[in-house]
């Protein structure tokens, strides 16, 4: 019995040691190296002449993520989980844009009249082939673990009208301020959020996934009440946040720009 006990907990301290183990300072240097800031981190545009020389480093750290088993994956804290998931996401999306740079002008043009680029079975994630859809409608939006609008304003679909690519990888132990600081610079970027007169002209990301700004997120059952809550990014007034809610502020999608995010783009 005493030698079944401390195999277990052998067991249980080595499956602890290897949750702990999963790193994402190659993907943050990789960040940090081909990101440049623009517009006071509103925007970012990425060099990815830069990346593809650093493709090897890039593909190494996206098969330490493919090496995360699913047990492993669910050892880790709610915050791990979701700083990996983000990262992948975006890593693998830098990755697919690769396989055909410098000859594409939008990550659109890496599918075909029969498939989008996000249903390609290309992500090598917890033990599956994957597509960029699953990844986020499926493991981040559909698992029922996470309940978190701000997620949008990190994972990054390589596109003007994106929100930024941080210059920096998410992290478990970070991922609050993290989510917050990519949500208020979104939302403060007036090319793709602003108040015209009666109307709030924001991005069509709160179009395509109204669900998730209305599924009760700190309080928020309404797309305008989220919008409310930053006030202040989005440059209005406690009394236009008020009539927002009330209804009395109409809103309007602004149509998405699909050109790549790359630094000679972004001048």
Not at 226 to 233: E, I, K, N, V
Not at 250 to 258: A, G, M, P, R, V
Request: net charge negative; charged share 25%.
């Amino acid at each position: 019995m005493l030698r079944l006990i401390i195999f277990a907990w052998c067991a249980v301290t080595v499956g602890a040691a290897q949750a702990s183990a999963i790193s994402h300072e190659t993907w943050d240097a990789l960040l940090k190296r081909h990101v440049e800031v623009r517009d006071g981190g509103k925007v970012t545009a990425v060099d990815y002449s830069g990346m593809a020389a650093d493709r090897n480093v890039l593909q190494k750290y996206l098969q330490n993520l493919a090496a995360v088993s699913r047990r492993q994956f669910d050892g880790l804290s709610r915050d791990d989980q979701l700083a990996l998931l983000i990262n992948a996401y975006n890593a693998w999306t830098v990755e697919l844009i690769l396989t055909g740079y410098p000859d594409i002008d939008s990550i659109k043009d890496l599918g075909s009249f029969f498939q989008s680029p996000w249903k390609k079975e290309f992500v090598d994630l917890l033990g599956e082939k994957r597509t960029l859809d699953e990844l986020e409608h499926e493991l981040i939006r559909g698992s029922g673990r996470y309940n978190e609008p701000r997620i949008h304003f990190a994972v990054n679909c390589a596109s003007i009208g994106c929100p930024a690519l941080k210059k920096e990888a998410y992290r478990g132990e970070a991922l609050e301020a993290q989510l917050e600081e990519a949500t208020t610079a979104f939302l403060a970027d007036r090319s793709r959020n602003r108040l015209e007169n009666t109307t709030l002209k924001i991005s069509s990301i709160f179009k395509w996934y109204r669900e998730d700004f209305e599924a009760g997120w700190r309080g928020t059952n309404t797309l305008p009440q989220f919008l409310a809550l930053y006030r202040d990014s989005l440059g209005l007034s406690d009394a236009q946040a008020a009539k927002l809610v009330a209804g009395d502020i109409d809103i309007e999608f602004l149509k998405y720009d699909w050109s790549l995010n790359s630094t000679g783009n972004l001048r």
